[in-house]
Nanobody, 124 residues
Framework: QVQLVESGGGLVQSGGSLRLSCAFS????????MAWFRQPPGKERQFVAR????????YYAISVKGRFIISRDNAKNTVYLQMNSLQPEDTAVYYC?????????????????WGQGTQVTVSS
């Protein structure tokens, strides 16, 4: 069974940076498309970014493009989200997700496995 464990969240001032990590276990990591989603307070879960199994192909939500970078290290079974120029509207619980079917979806329903989430709070 796949397990995902996020880390790296916290409180940061506007304009600051954070790097989230998601450790994957239980299956062959490189076979999975990985993604980050976020859920702001009182809102639905939103797509942030995804990355192919090889790490070659990435895709971002318009709201984070140019500020966030998704990457993966298949030797370490870990996916990362480098978040720069953070703004208060980036405040949310951030989740990593794994897709075994390679549907390359932007929707939460396209992902089979989820982590428990890590809180990111950006103060103004």
């Amino acid at each position: 069974q796949v397990q995902l464990v996020e880390s790296g969240g916290g409180l940061v001032q506007s304009g600051g940076s954070l790097r989230l990590s998601c450790a994957f276990s239980g299956r062959t990591f490189s076979s999975y498309v990985m993604a980050w989603f976020r859920q702001p307070p009182g809102k639905e879960r939103q797509f942030v970014a995804r990355i192919s199994g090889s790490g070659v192909t990435t895709y971002y939500a318009i709201s984070v493009k140019g500020r966030f970078i998704i990457s993966r290290d298949n030797a370490k079974n870990t996916v990362y989200l480098q978040m720069n120029s953070l703004q208060p509207e980036d405040t949310a619980v951030y989740y990593c997700a794994a897709d075994s079917s390679r549907t390359y979806s932007d929707a939460p329903s396209g992902y089979d496995y989820w982590g428990q989430g890590t809180q990111v709070t950006v103060s103004s």
